[in-house]
């Protein structure tokens, strides 16, 4: 079992990895929508979208994996009225490639923010 960090990324405000790395299977701790360079949140539900995938394309590259070895992802989405805008960001995102995935109605997340984005893939 592996740690796996990136140093671009913030260091975790608690307890956990942001990546592990096991048997050739990465394990990304969910991800929230934190502008690195400013450590702020950007505003409205598809800024936060398109600025999560990125944080989470950031680990996946610093792990030595990219976006097309994603097997599962969990959305938490605070207001499941933006499924539709968060949807059509995905797709865009990962294009032809479709992970498994679900999306959970949560009531709030950390900080604010709109959702959060856990994955695992492989290496």
């Keep these: 079992m592996n740690?796996?960090?990136?140093?671009?990324m913030p260091a975790?405000?608690?307890h956990y990895s942001m990546c592990i790395?096991?048997?050739g299977l990465l394990y990304l701790s969910g991800q929230l929508p934190f502008e690195?360079?400013?450590?702020?949140?950007?505003?409205?539900?598809e800024k936060q979208t398109d600025q999560v995938l990125k944080n989470m394309d950031r680990i996946l590259l610093a792990a030595g994996s990219?976006?097309?070895k994603v097997i599962q992802v969990r959305i938490y989405l605070s207001d499941i009225h933006d499924w539709e805008?968060?949807?059509q960001i995905y797709a865009r995102f990962f294009g032809d490639h479709k992970?498994?995935?679900?999306?959970?109605?949560?009531a709030t997340l950390h900080y604010g923010a709109l959702l959060e984005?856990?994955?695992?893939?492989?290496q």
Excluded: F, M
Aim: proline letters at 12%; glycine letters at 4%.
């Design 21 to 23: 790395e096991h048997n």
């Design 117 to 122: 984005i856990e994955v695992t893939a492989a």
């Design 85 to 87: 805008a968060v949807n």
């Design 12 to 14: 975790a405000n608690g």
């Design 66 to 68: 990219h976006k097309s």
């Design 3 to 8: 740690i796996i960090t990136n140093p671009q």
């Design 36 to 45: 690195p360079e400013r450590k702020t949140l950007p505003k409205g539900i």
């Design 99 to 106: 992970p498994a995935r679900c999306v959970v109605p949560v």
